[in-house]
Each structure stands twice: as C-alpha cells, then as structure tokens.
C-alpha cells in the first residue's frame, strides 16, 4: 500500500501560480502511476492530470492543458501539480491518486486505488 499526503493548496488571484505537492509513502513510489484530481462544490470529482510511473508519459484535461504541468521525483517520493494563469473555474479540492495498474482509463476516479486527503486551491477574481 502507498499513504499519500498532499500540500500547497491555499488562496492566489486569478492569473496566479500555485504548487502542489504529495509526498508518498510505504511501497517504492516508482511502482505507481499517479494523478490529480479535483472537485468543487457540487460537483463531481474530475481526472486534472496524469503522470505515469516512469515519469515519462502524462496526459491532461483539455480545461488545464498549457495552464497546468504535473512532474514527479520518484527519488523523493513525490509528485508535483504546478499551476499557472489560475482561473477562478479552477477553485476546489486537489487530491494525489495512485494505482499501480496500467491501461485503464486515467480520468476514471473509480479506476484509482489510493487517496490523499486533498487540499483547497481558491482562486480569486
């Protein structure tokens, strides 16, 4: 199993940068693929990006393609989310997933198998 714990969320104008992160824990991270989620008020949790667990591969939701890049260090047991031109559309809970299964589709929530607790981005206008 893999705990996995994220940070960075908070507030910032629109036209802002955050960073999140999510450090994981227990099993070697290298094992696992992993993802960005998020979800807003009301709404249904959406698939933001994914990174695949050799670093190389990733994929996007067309709402954050150009505007968001996700990275990992599989060295420090982490995956990034850097976020730039925030949008106050882009307002919600951020959480880290993880699987270690492959050719499944990435933007499946159902399809995941491990969760961090999530973190708030607010975004301003």
């Known amino acids: 199993q893999v705990q996995l714990v994220e940070s960075g969320g908070g507030l910032v104008q629109a036209g802002g940068s955050l960073r999140l992160s999510c450090e994981a824990s227990?099993?070697?991270?290298?094992?696992?693929?992993t993802g960005w989620f998020r979800q807003a008020p009301g709404k249904e949790r959406e698939a933001v990006a994914y990174?695949?667990?050799?670093?190389?591969?990733?994929y996007y939701a067309d709402s954050v393609k150009g505007r968001f890049t996700i990275s990992r260090d599989n060295a420090k047991n982490a995956v990034y989310l850097q976020m730039n031109s925030l949008r106050p559309e882009d307002t919600a809970v951020y959480y880290c997933a993880a699987r270690e299964r492959s050719g499944i589709p990435w933007y499946k929530s159902s399809a995941w198998d491990y969760w961090g607790q999530g973190t708030q981005v607010t975004v301003s206008s």
């Open positions: 990174i695949r667990k050799d670093g190389v591969t990733t």
């Open positions: 227990g099993r070697p991270f290298s094992s696992y693929n």
